[in-house]
């Protein structure tokens, strides 16, 4: 119905009515200049279309490069990706990316970025952020955290790989267990619970007891943010298969730190498990049930793996009857080899006299676990591309994703797509969620996270090491600018 100005009846006005008067006359007055309707919401203009150019386009499927290819972006979502006939453009925003290589954003699916000290983030923390961007990694999954502290800490970090929290979740011994450990001069000490020192380091761990609600517990984790559970320590298989139940209930992913004692790798697999993490944890598989609940502290299990862990052992018929059973049910398994190769590096340095647990559990996870990732690949195993990478410490120590891709192809025996393929499109179906569905492949609808490199991949693997730029949600990022303290567009 229109309503005219001679339609609407005033009142009389009196002194104390007179700004109430006003306000009716003007009510009237746009009533009949409108006709009665509300005006529209006023349409924002789309965002400018940005073209990137004439580079070969790997776009992360099984599809092969494109030469000469066109990338169109809008905001932070990718419009179209393929050939200059797919993707014909008008826009005056031209990135000329010619003799370049355009590959989707990389994802590491294991990191550790939240270390305190005295209750303080390491001051790395800021910088080693920006040079994760500047390699091309636009999204992490941080595997042992304090979720909360994380995602606060992380929105004033303008410059920021996107970051999925788990939250770590472990049993009663964990949390009040103390165990002896030896020096490397023999000497003994009582060591303090695993979750006193992950608690020093400002983490986060969650009990799990077997009369607990894992309901309540899930329900814990995401209302302090977490993008889904890992399970780290002294859980047993009818543990794991209930916090399984509970998480898959409301949509969460459950990863599991290998063996966590008791539970073996393949019973965690058995349970729904959708991953786990250290091919080292695999040595779990040789040990029976009542012997690995004695097994249930870290001490323990730097021994057992010490013992028994060898590149021959890794072609035991229970281990490779276990890889058959996370190729069946579709569990991904993230080997982490780059940083069992650093710590034996690490060891060699120290030049020892006398070998400590520690030394010994490394030089023997790192020969059974790099053969254990190849049955694994053999078998059909999916893989993802976690490093175990740590925000803390010496920069020449930690794990990087450019060197787990290396060892997956020089010595795993992956190609380079399929490496590739770990750290992008598998990778983004590991982390579940809407990352399945908006990361790790360049196509209309998908997120605009790309890497420019100056060499192929494809000819030599570590040519990731060549990145020209970083896109993340359609912002350009220099290495240079990353690295130096200052991003721009």
């Known amino acids: 119905m229109q309503i005219s100005a001679a339609s609407v009846k005033f009142p009389v006005a009196r002194s104390s009515d007179s700004g109430r008067t006003a306000l009716i006359l003007a009510l009237g007055t746009a009533l009949a200049c409108s006709g009665g309707r509300p005006s529209p919401p006023a349409t924002p203009p789309l965002e400018p279309v940005i073209a990137i150019v004439g580079a070969t386009l790997w776009d992360g499927t099984d599809r092969g490069p494109i030469p000469n290819a066109v990338v169109l972006v809008r905001g932070d979502k990718i419009v179209c990706a393929g050939t200059a006939a797919a993707c014909p453009h008008t826009t005056t925003r031209v990135i000329d990316a010619h003799e370049g290589w355009l590959i989707p954003g990389l994802i590491d699916t294991h990191v550790h970025l939240l270390f305190q000290r005295s209750g303080e983030t390491d001051p790395g ?138 539970a073996s790798i393949s019973e965690q697999s058995r349970a729904g498990q959708d991953g786990v993490v250290h091919a080292a944890g695999m040595i779990g598989e040789l040990f ?19 013992r028994v862990a060898s590149p021959e052992s890794a072609h035991d018929p229970r281990i490779l009857a276990a890889l058959d059973s996370l190729a069946r049910r579709g569990t991904f398994f993230e080997p982490t080899l780059d940083v069992t190769q650093r710590s034996v590096a690490h060891f060699d340095g120290l030049h020892a006299r006398r070998t400590t647990i520690s030394e010994a559990y490394s030089r023997a996870a790192a020969g059974f676990g790099m053969e254990v990732t190849r049955q694994a690949i053999r078998r059909g195993v999916r893989i993802t591309a976690g490093t175990d990478h740590v925000a803390y410490g010496p920069v020449g120590d930690r794990a990087s994703l450019d060197a787990e891709l290396a060892l997956l192809v020089d010595s795993i025996g992956l190609t380079p797509r399929a490496a590739l393929q770990a750290a992008t499109r598998d990778a983004a179906t590991a982390l579940g969620g809407d990352a399945a569905n908006r990361l790790g492949i360049i196509a209309i609808g998908r997120t605009a996270d790309l890497v420019l490199l100056q060499h192929s991949p494809f000819a030599d693997i570590r040519n990731l090491e060549s990145v020209l730029w970083t896109m993340h949600e359609g912002r350009l990022l220099r290495p240079e600018t990353l690295r130096s303290g200052i991003a721009i567009r």
């Open 125 to 262: 923390f800021t910088e080693d952020l920006r040079d994760l961007l500047a390699r091309g990694i636009t999204t992490v999954r941080d595997m042992g955290t304090n979720p909360a502290g994380l995602l606060t800490r992380l929105s004033a970090e303008p410059m920021a790989p996107r970051v999925y929290p788990m939250q770590l979740v472990a049993g009663f011994g964990f949390f009040y267990r103390r165990e002896v450990v030896r020096s490397a001069d023999g000497r003994a000490a009582l060591r303090q619970p695993q979750a006193t020192v992950m608690m020093g380091l400002g983490w986060t761990p969650m009990l799990y007891r077997s009369d607990d609600d894992p309901d309540s517990l899930v329900a814990a984790a995401r209302a302090v943010g977490a993008a889904g559970l890992k399970l780290y320590a002294d859980l047993d298989s009818t543990q794991v298969a209930r916090l399984v139940q509970a998480a898959h209930r409301v949509g969460m992913p459950v990863w599991g730190h290998g063996w966590v004692q008791p």
């Open 288 to 306: 029976t049930a009542s012997e690995r609940d004695t097994m249930r502290g870290g001490t323990s299990l730097l021994t057992a793996t010490a």
